[in-house]
């Protein structure tokens, strides 16, 4: 097999990118847009000893599943991998692997139960990332990430995205066009604008602008196309990042027009959304995530719950409710602000605690003061993509807490985390190996993945570990 030559096999398997995998020559192939069962004629991109990449060339016998993807950019963007594949079998594919990614990484076998969807397969996103570049001929483009690369694809709109995408998109390039403002090259390091960020706060936008100037250029004009063109309320932020890397927000936020912060409500609870926090995209999936981890939680007036990685502090009030206390641990100082802010404005600010550190330094010794005082605990964790330190896996594993409750965004350290605290895998301080015999003092009681993310590869999970004995 050699690269670039074309080639005709059939697709046997979906892989965790949403690519198609086959069997050719003895190599394993991964090909995106390709789906399971698929005969397709596909090049070869990249080949060696590992694993090989294709590209389709043509689908010879499409599978019954296979549908017209709705975005004109799908395939060149890098946003959605699913997209041409029927929503039920979306979901299906994402069903099996995280099933793959506990048999594989955790050596477990799980039952993944169905996947809680949301009530909108596209325009659910709350949250819009766009990257601003120049073109070859100079011009300034707004887009995606092309997968895998930083060249930007231009898009007029997004399908996943909320309705206001096409209206934010047409007042930048009305600003770009008007004040010939440049966007950013990565290759020269020269421009003014690096990217836009909107987030939806139930109907509010809060509008960031990454620039490499302490000064938004022109800045009474875009709040005038802005004011013409998008009819939500808005706050605007600039954001001066004048750093070489990929990064998108430096620490530098400006505020420059309307309210700083944001109020919404989600299952009785009030709270506030500012520049910085982090919220989950999806607001109706977050909602039936949250009410779930809740149930499973299964708190009372003697349980003491430990929610690690809490962000904003919604899901913290949540708990806190049926608990005897509540206690947040999240490292974005911000963040943490609008937690107490918001444990106050829900008359909760007796039954909270947040702390503001890594939970790696500092959820050891609340655990153990927890454990000493005598206390129920429940934790629940929520890290970022790439899952918990090994310092709070031990905390956790050796908590005596009665359940554990992991949401995760990647199944991959999901599996691996939940195989440490299960101890069907162990460590010695950075490597991790299969354990020679089990004997965890946690077990899996459920795996439930949430649909956070329609038309892509992402799936949130959660998990919930009791006691073994
Ligand atoms: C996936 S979010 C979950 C937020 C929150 N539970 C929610 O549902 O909105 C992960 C959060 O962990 C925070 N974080 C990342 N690394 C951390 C660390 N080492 N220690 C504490 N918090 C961290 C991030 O700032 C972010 O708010």
């Excluded at 698929?38 to 294709?54: A, D, H, Q």
């Excluded at 109907?203 to 800045?219: C, N, R, S, Y």
Aim: charged share 25%.
């Amino acid at each position: 097999m050699d690269k670039n030559e074309v080639r005709e096999s059939t697709v046997i398997a979906m892989g965790m990118n949403g690519e198609g995998v086959l069997k050719d020559e003895g190599k394993v192939v991964f090909v995106p847009f390709a789906m399971t069962g698929e005969k397709i004629r596909y090049r070869v991109l990249k080949t060696s000893s590992n694993c090989t990449y294709g590209k389709v060339v043509e689908i010879l016998t499409p599978a019954e599943d296979r549908i017209r993807p709705k975005c004109p950019v799908y395939g060149k963007c890098g946003g959605c991998q699913l997209q041409h594949v029927r929503y039920a079998t979306q979901l299906k594919i994402k069903e099996d692997n995280i099933a793959n990614c506990f048999r594989k990484i955790a050596f477990s076998d799980v039952k993944v139960q169905p996947t809680v969807r949301g009530e909108n397969e596209f325009g659910y996103r709350n949250k819009l990332q766009l990257p601003i570049s120049v073109d070859k001929t100079g011009k300034t483009i707004i887009g995606f990430y092309a997968e895998n690369s930083h060249r930007v694809v231009p898009v007029s709109d997004c399908p996943i995205n909320a309705v206001w995408t096409a209206d934010i998109i047409s007042a930048f390039n009305e600003y770009f066009d008007l004040t010939g403002i440049k966007g950013y090259c990565e290759e020269t390091h020269t421009g003014d604008i690096r990217e836009i960020a909107v987030k939806d706060v139930k109907g509010k936008l809060i509008i960031t602008v990454v620039a490499t100037t302490d000064v938004l250029p022109f800045k009474e004009k875009l709040l005038e196309i802005l004011q013409n063109k998008v009819k939500y309320t808005f706050a605007l932020y600039l954001n001066v990042n004048t750093s070489h890397n990929n990064v998108i927000f430096s620490e530098k936020f400006i505020h420059l027009y309307g309210n700083k912060d944001f109020g919404a409500d989600m299952l009785g609870i009030r709270y506030r959304v500012g520049v910085q926090s982090f919220m989950q995209v999806n607001d109706c999936v977050a909602a039936k995530l949250y009410s779930m981890v809740n149930t499973l939680a299964e708190a009372d007036e003697d349980t003491v719950i430990i929610d690690a990685y809490s962000g904003a502090g919604l899901m913290t009030a949540l708990l806190s409710k049926r608990a005897k206390k509540a206690i947040g641990i999240e490292i974005v100082p911000e963040a943490v602000n609008l937690a107490n802010a918001l444990a106050s404005q829900n008359g909760l600010s007796e039954k909270i605690t947040n702390y503001q550190g890594k939970c790696e330094e500092i959820m050891p010794d609340i655990i153990e003061r927890e454990k000493a005082n005598g206390s129920k605990i429940v934790v629940v964790l929520d890290p970022p993509r790439k899952g918990c330190d090994l310092k709070v896996i031990d905390a956790v594993k050796n908590s005596g807490a009665d359940k554990i409750i992991y949401v995760s965004c990647k199944p991959s350290t999901l599996a691996r985390d939940v195989g440490l605290i299960t101890g069907t895998l162990c460590h010695d301080g950075s490597k991790i190996e299969k354990s020679e015999t089990v004997n965890g003092k946690y077990i899996i009681n459920s795996v439930r993945p949430f649909d956070m993310f329609a038309q892509t590869k992402h799936i949130e999970t959660l998990c919930e570990l009791v006691r073994s004995e």
